[in-house]
C-alpha cells in the first residue's frame, strides 16, 4: 500500500479526517437559538401586537405637516390597526378624527399620514377603519 502524505495510508481516512476538522472548526449556525418554532411564532405575533411603528416617511410627514397625536389618538390609531387585522386588511386607511394613516397590518407599520383629506386620494388599499 503506498502512504499518501506523512499520516495517511488511504484517501478515504484522508478525507475522514479532512471532514473531522472542517465541521469542528465551523461555527455553530446563528439562527439556531434553541427556541421552537411555536416560541418564534409568539414572540412575532406579541411584536406585531405591542404597538404600531412608524416608517421613516410617516414620521417626516408628521413633522413636515406639524402633526401631533394624543395619548387618546394613538390608542384610536392602534384600535383601528387592530380591527383592520381582524377583518384580514393589509393595506388600510385609518382615520382619526381630521387624521388619515395609511396603515400596512402586517407590518404593524404606520406608512404615511395626512392631516387635511379634502380632495386626497388613496391608492393601494384593501379596507378603512374610522377610528
Known amino acids: 500500500m503506498q502512504r499518501l502524505g506523512d499520516n495517511y495510508s488511504s484517501i478515504e481516512k484522508m478525507a475522514g479526517q479532512?471532514?473531522?476538522?472542517?465541521?469542528?472548526?465551523?461555527?455553530k449556525d446563528s439562527t439556531d437559538s434553541g427556541l421552537s418554532f411555536q416560541e418564534i411564532l409568539s414572540s412575532t405575533r406579541e411584536s406585531q401586537l405591542n404597538g404600531l411603528r412608524f416608517s421613516k416617511h410617516a414620521n417626516e410627514r408628521l413633522a413636515v405637516r406639524n402633526?401631533?397625536?394624543?395619548?387618546?389618538?394613538m390608542a384610536r390609531l392602534e384600535n383601528g390597526a387592530t380591527k383592520a387585522r381582524e377583518k384580514g386588511i393589509r393595506e388600510s386607511l385609518v382615520m382619526v378624527d381630521d387624521l388619515a394613516f395609511i396603515v400596512n397590518v402586517k407590518n404593524n407599520t404606520v406608512i404615511t399620514a395626512v392631516s387635511d383629506s379634502a380632495e386626497t386620494v388613496f391608492t393601494n388599499i384593501d379596507g378603512a377603519v374610522i377610528s
Open 18 to 27: 479532512l471532514l473531522q476538522k472542517k465541521t469542528a472548526a465551523e461555527p
Open 67 to 73: 402633526i401631533n397625536l394624543s395619548p387618546n389618538q
